[in-house]
């Protein structure tokens, strides 16, 4: 017993003397240590997006961006008188189909130059299809047809009125896009400009109602076709050069298969309206979008479709000195009232004055154009106030919004 009292003493002490014991861990990671790195290959994460370029820092073209501002101007102005002078030598359908089928030439050289690939979507085909109807071959069509009994000067400031349908559609159309109250004046006080320019207290008196009207349902195509684009053909993955060429050729094959079901082929081809064709198709449908494209690549859409409100002042002007066209007080007058509304419907806040980095697929969501000035189109961001074109759209009014696009006639 004597032994195994001082065995179990001998334990007690040395557990007094070592403490309890633990089973050994491995030492921690120092807090501070960075995560080992991802594993390069396929799996690796893809690097930050660029940040935005500063318009100061993107590539200056030769000419002025003010220059090229009023060329647009002028060209778009024109083109009231170039289908005036067309049609007197050419049916409407012919006029239309000559100027898509001259502007789809100048577009598809740029696409050339610049290497742009056509669309492989079937589905973005289908819908160009319909974008080209509403913003090319309808409206230039209904133009063409309204200036057979109509002077110009009232054709090209009908096209003004097109930012006034495009304002009323889009609070219907566009849960976004809510009208404010300087909006909505801007609706009203448009509108009541058109009823001054068509005399509506004399009775509409000497007013060609049904040529008047083809011209206004002209305008009413444009924003029509800003709203369809906006929700169809955002996203693609193609540029903007790229689906206004793709638009235009749609349009051109439309109105190849059309004019030869309406129309005889033209006996003679009489010089003046030949020029005036291929200078609106070359000029109107072709350069000009190309100058509206670079225009909202510089100084922006807000900037850019400013271009809208000179528009029916030069067709006026081109009308009454060139083409002897009488003009009474109550058109210039209502003109005036129907752009100081149109200038109201279009006021928005002003985006940052950054533009992302060019790359291979820039302009990618944005859609066709119309060239509002006088019938051409491409797409364009929020609905533009003329009726040429479908707008670029990567440059938007505010985040989300879809392409603008300016319109001529």
């Not at 049916?91 to 669309?119: C, N």
């Not at 005399?199 to 007013?207: C, D, H, P, T």
């Not at 800003?226 to 206004?244: D, E, K």
């Not at 291979?360 to 859609?367: A, F, K, V």
Request: glycine share 10%; with cysteine.
């Amino acid at each position: 017993m004597k032994d195994h009292r001082n065995i179990r003493l001998f334990y007690e002490d040395v557990f007094v003397r070592l403490g309890p014991m633990s089973v050994p861990r491995e030492p921690a990671a120092p807090a501070s240590a960075p995560p080992p790195p991802a594993p390069a290959g396929p799996t690796a994460s893809v690097p930050p997006a660029p940040p935005p370029v500063p318009r100061a820092a993107l590539p200056r073209p030769a000419a002025d961006w003010r220059v090229r501002f009023a060329a647009l101007s002028l060209i778009w102005g024109f083109s009231f008188l170039l289908i005036k002078v067309g049609t007197e030598g050419y049916a409407p359908f012919q006029v239309t189909f000559g100027r898509l089928l001259a502007g789809t030439a100048v577009l598809v050289a740029a696409m050339a130059v610049r290497r742009e690939r056509l669309p492989r979507s079937a589905r973005t085909w289908g819908r160009l299809a319909v974008a080209a109807f509403l913003l090319n071959a309808a409206p230039f069509s209904l133009f063409s047809y309204a200036e057979l009994t109509i002077p110009s000067t009232l054709a090209g400031i009908c096209n003004a009125t097109s930012p006034l349908w495009g304002m009323a559609l889009s609070a219907v159309a566009l849960s976004e896009d809510r009208p404010t109250r300087r909006r909505v004046a801007g609706l009203g006080i448009g509108f009541l400009g058109v009823l001054t320019v068509l005399g509506a207290w004399q009775g509409f008196s000497g007013l060609d109602l049904p040529g008047t009207g083809m011209a206004l349902l002209a305008s009413f195509c444009y924003p029509v076709g800003w709203i369809y684009v906006r929700r169809t053909l955002a996203g693609t993955g193609s540029s903007t050069l790229a689906l206004t060429g793709s638009q235009l050729l749609l349009g051109t094959v439309q109105l190849a298969v059309v004019t030869p079901l309406f129309t005889s082929a033209p006996t003679s081809f009489p010089v003046l309206p030949t020029l005036s064709v291929l200078a609106l198709g070359a000029l109107g449908t072709g350069l000009a979008v190309l100058l509206q494209y670079g225009l909202v690549q510089e100084v922006g859409p807000t900037t850019a479709q400013m271009v809208t409100y000179f528009i029916p002042v030069i067709a006026t002007a081109a009308g009454v000195v060139l083409l002897g066209e009488r003009l009474s007080w109550n058109t210039p007058v209502g003109a005036l009232i129907v752009l100081v509304g149109a200038a109201l419907t279009q006021s928005r806040a002003r985006a940052a004055d950054t533009v992302p980095e060019p790359g291979p697929d820039s302009g990618s969501d944005s859609g066709p154009a119309s060239d509002s000035g006088s019938g051409s189109a491409t797409a364009l961001p929020p609905p533009p106030p003329t009726a040429h074109t479908a707008p670029p759209a990567p440059h938007t009014e505010r985040p989300g919004a879809g392409p603008a696009r300016l319109s001529r006639s």
